[in-house]
């Protein structure tokens, strides 16, 4: 098995399943993305869109690991937040 040499530490999965997109999933999935990039975390902190979760009603969701914290009905202001909390650490 291979690994990637320089894994992040932290990935935040964004769902952009279709009940999630509706509710915001992919604008959260971009303005995180954006917001990764302008800290220069890149390195350090991934976003990835993920098809759906599983977990349509509390949509949208983002999933944080390697925290395994599993985020419900995030909004623009909790997704920001996310990124500014992790480039603070
Ligand atoms: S579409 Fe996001 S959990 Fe189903």
Not at 49 to 56: F, L, M, N, S
């Given at each position: 098995m291979k690994h990637f040499s320089r894994s992040p530490e932290c990935v935040f999965y964004v769902c952009c399943g279709s009940k999630?997109?509706?509710?915001?999933g992919k604008h959260l999935y971009?303005?995180?993305?954006g917001e990764v990039k302008h800290r220069?975390?890149?390195r350090h902190a991934q976003v990835i869109k993920t098809g759906c979760t599983d977990r349509c009603k509390m949509g949208p969701i983002v999933a944080v690991m390697p925290?395994?914290?599993?985020?419900?009905?995030?909004t623009e202001e909790m997704a920001v937040g996310l990124i500014h909390e992790y480039s603070k650490k």
């Amino acid at each position: 098995m291979k690994h990637f040499s320089r894994s992040p530490e932290c990935v935040f999965y964004v769902c952009c399943g279709s009940k999630c997109k509706k509710l915001g999933g992919k604008h959260l999935y971009k303005q995180m993305k954006g917001e990764v990039k302008h800290r220069h975390l890149k390195r350090h902190a991934q976003v990835i869109k993920t098809g759906c979760t599983d977990r349509c009603k509390m949509g949208p969701i983002v999933a944080v690991m390697p925290r395994n914290e599993w985020l419900l009905q995030v909004t623009e202001e909790m997704a920001v937040g996310l990124i500014h909390e992790y480039s603070k650490k």
